[in-house]
């Protein structure tokens, strides 16, 4: 049984729109490169930089799909007594099947924080020594949520999408929101 369990659906209005743009304008470079323009190498070159762009969205941003869960997790504690754990799990929606590419144990985590316009800069300042790793598809969000892990004796700093519910669960329960 899960504490929460949700498949974050994005708009992603301006993702779109900003892949879209990129797209045409790339294509239309591309396509008046073989005209008579100045220097076609010019807008070639800055075509083929703007569907690059618009592919990377699309992939990064537009075509991803990640749950997010707490759910429990028995396993045999140090003193060989069954105890029970919860996990953070986060799986990613790869065509018909869900993979499983992040799984923390709420004990290793140290705490969590929103991440927002205000502290940004100091944010990014902090994790300059933790391996990060992004499953946020919302472009150029404004809100995420970062849980900050220690496992091993080494620092991970993990970035997901902004959801109230969520954080909702990690506070009330767990105690771990800064």
């Known amino acids: 049984m899960y504490l929460y369990n949700k498949a974050i659906k994005h708009k992603n209005i301006f993702g779109k729109i900003a892949c879209a743009i990129c797209f045409v304008m790339g294509a239309a470079l591309l396509f008046i490169s073989n005209g008579n323009i100045a220097y076609p190498v010019l807008a070639q070159v800055l075509a083929i930089l703007l ?12 075509l991803r799909e990640y749950t997010y ?6 396993h045999i504690a140090k003193d ?5 754990q919860y996990d953070f799990i986060i799986t ?24 927002d316009p205000t502290n940004r800069k100091q944010i990014k300042n902090e994790r300059k020594n933790m391996k990060r790793f992004t499953y946020d598809t919302d472009f150029a969000a404004s809100r995420q949520i970062e849980l900050v892990a220690e496992i091993d004796g080494e620092e991970y700093s993990i970035i997901f999408s902004y959801d109230e519910e969520l954080l909702r669960v990690f506070k009330n329960i767990f105690n771990l929101v800064k």
Not at 80 to 84: A, G, R
Request: charged share 30%; proline share 2%; with cysteine.
């Open 51 to 62: 569907l690059t762009f618009s592919v990377y969205v699309a992939i990064a941003f537009l």
């Open 69 to 74: 869960s707490i759910e429990p997790n028995k």
């Open 80 to 84: 060989d007594s069954m105890s029970e």
């Open 92 to 115: 990613e929606a790869k065509g018909k099947r869900n993979v499983k590419v992040c799984h923390i144990e709420i004990s290793d985590i140290k705490f969590i924080r929103v991440v």
